[in-house]
């Protein structure tokens, strides 16, 4: 489905690697990318869709040459850290917009709609602005918002962040429903170790990039 060979990407000409001959090849599941804070698991979802160009390598994504605007509006999917939701628009129409930029038929895209807003629990929600509800919310509603094309590659970064058990274990429910067709491959990156048991594949990034020894004294846990 998806595969990089010999990724290097930094963000600066003379700054080090963040990515450093980075190959792994990611197969139909959920593949969850671990390690410090700074350790490139961001950079490289973003070198993924296409929002960060590798300065050497090859990104190679079933269907496509490459990373382009066709992938990007049609078969992937991307939740950021940030969100990103159109503040002034209700969820519902923040959905309807994703669904046709991605071309989805009126029918379609009102099935999907409802389906994913039902699944992630924003069903009664609809007609808000994003303002107007919880952190969780909104987090689940930005994820429905990438849900909404049934994309072939879906990007997560910190889903579940600060969230509590009960959000996280419906993001959880969905992400399984989402890759039950078996065609779908979903990378998250995140810290959090209650993903761990929907994990087909987990990747520790951290031998890419040490922990910067000077954290390890402040944090007090230095030998």
Known sequence: MLSCSNIYYRYARRNPWILEDFSHEF?????LIKGFSGCGKSTLLRVIGGYLKQQKGKINIQGYRSNNTKFKRKDLGFVFQQLNLLPLASIKRNLNLA???AGIPNKQ????????LTLLGLAEFKKRLPKSMSGGQQQRASIARALIKEPKILLLD???SGLDDLNTEVIINVLKEFISDGNRTVIICTHDSRLD???HDILDFNRFLPMEGHLEALAGTAG
Request: hydrophobic share 35%; net charge positive.
């Open 27 to 31: 197969s139909p599941g959920i593949h």
């Open 99 to 101: 669904a046709a930029l």
């Open 109 to 116: 895209r009102s099935a999907n709609i409802n389906k994913y």
């Open 158 to 160: 910190e889903p579940t």
């Open 197 to 199: 048991k929907v994990a």
